[in-house]
């Protein structure tokens, strides 16, 4: 059993939020989907944490503009909005006890988000950290798994074509579009061996995506370059999952991040893609529950001084831009 709901944030986005186990659980895991896609994405590992002998409390949202949640702004159309879209949720959710923060694609990178413009509130509440298929370096290891001048040309006809997706409105692809994109998502998005059904939700979350939003994340997501965040945040336990035929995020992308977070550990599939969670689901839930489970037994201590560390570099170099 599960709840669905509407969180409204401040700035009147309503949020479709789902929660499962009990309210009362030691440890609360969040989990952040990927760009185009939305909650379901996660349903393996949430079958798995399910049925761990003390579950989780798990929280599941749509991002602003995907999914079932209200469409958002272009100019809110960008990681540090995600980022602080997911502070509100904390706060306005999970007031108390440890958190695991679980993030695909761009759902990683609005976790980073978070650790950057709420380094504080990041360092007193995080207690596990999984990232899955993403980077901390925008596109700089994007190569789409072509020869560089093609891929050049790939990122070139991408760019302008989200820009003009982006002041499309509200609107989202017609259905009657949507088997015409099977074939590239499926080499986009996916490797070697992949279930039908994984490709068919693939599909349809981004027939629930608006076309600002599609078009719109497209720039942040590009721009975003957080490994000096990554560096600051201590002795977290986390892993890094990977593909290694991931066209959008390829392993370096995943090297770089673990290799700027102490202690992080990273694992490399042969022969899968871009949607890890879903190819690769019954390893990447095993690594998540791992991480839950370490989560459950850290100390508030812990948080308090990697906290307290976290005051002491704002107060030395500020908060970056």
Known sequence: MSERFLLTLADGVPLCVQAWGPADAPVTVVLLHGWCLHRRTWHHQIAALLR??????????????????????????????LGDDLAEVLRRLVPRGPVVLAGHSMGGMTIMEYAHGHPIE????????????????????????????????MR??????????????AWRPHRALLPALRPALRWLLFGDEYEDAALRMTI??????????????????????RLDTLARLGDVPAAVLVGDRDRLTPPP?????ADALPGTELTVFPGAGHMLILE??????????????????????????RAKRARKGGEVGGRAA
């Not at 579950?55 to 209200?70: E, F, K, T, V």
């Not at 007193?124 to 050049?152: C, D, I, K, N």
């Not at 006809?157 to 499309?168: C, F, K, P, Q, R």
């Open 204 to 225: 349809k979350c981004v027939g629930r995506t608006s076309l600002r939003s599609i078009g719109g994340f497209r720039a942040s997501i590009g721009e975003q370059q």
């Open 156 to 169: 070139a006809g991408e760019t302008l074509g989200a820009g003009v997706l982006a002041h499309s409105g």
């Open 253 to 257: 992308c995943a090297e770089g991040i």
């Open 52 to 81: 761990l002998p003390q579950p989780p409390r798990i929280i599941a949202y749509d991002a602003r503009g995907h999914g079932r949640s209200g469409a958002t702004r272009l100019t809110s159309a960008t990681l540090g909005q």
């Open 280 to 305: 690769r689901h019954a390893q990447v839930s095993a690594t998540l529950a791992g991480i839950v489970e370490r989560a459950g037994a850290s100390t508030p201590g812990e948080r308090h001084r």
């Open 122 to 153: 990041f360092a007193e509440r995080v207690a596990g950290l999984l990232f899955v298929s993403t980077t901390a370096e925008g596109t700089a290891h994007t190569q789409y798994g072509l020869p560089p001048r093609l891929a050049a040309l």
